[in-house]
């Protein structure tokens, strides 16, 4: 039989429970700073032009709370709205188009000596139209999968590299 905790401070197990919902936001002062660029066409009424940070600020929030475009915009402008800063967010077209064009410099963190590196991999299965052909049908010949093969530093944890292949292909070649 499994052991059962009871709770016995109700008032404390309610404040936890609130405390999972809380959401506390910090913008750095640097970033509203950064913002906005100036107008660079010189041209009266040309739309404001927004720096690399504030697209990849608004890029990160949408990939982390899994927002749509939209829904994007709404938060950053209800956030500003609440911490009474007088700063225009993209639209969600502008966002769109702008992470095309967005580049990313990740840093490399450089480690002295001997690296223990774990590889692992595993199956991906990608769904698509053929399962619901396969629900319908029955069993389909053609499932699509693929293998995600992941190199981790053992020490840190940190993914050193990531090769996604077929089922068809090796991804590392013998020397």
Known sequence: MKPQHRIRNWSEYNAGLKQRGSLTFWVEESVLEAWIVENLSGKPGASKLYSELA??????LKAV???AGRQCQGFVESIFE???IDLSVPDHSTLSRRLGQ???ALPVMLKEGARHVVVDSTGVKVYGEGEWKTRQHG???R???RKLHLGV???TGEILAAVVTTRYKKPFRRC
């Open 153 to 155: 530093d053992e020490a």
């Open 65 to 67: 709370y899994r927002l």
């Open 139 to 141: 069993v389909s010949k």
């Open 55 to 60: 697209i990849a600020t608004m890029a990160t």
């Open 143 to 145: 499932r699509t999968w």
């Open 102 to 104: 967005l580049s990313v």
């Open 82 to 84: 609440l911490m009474e």
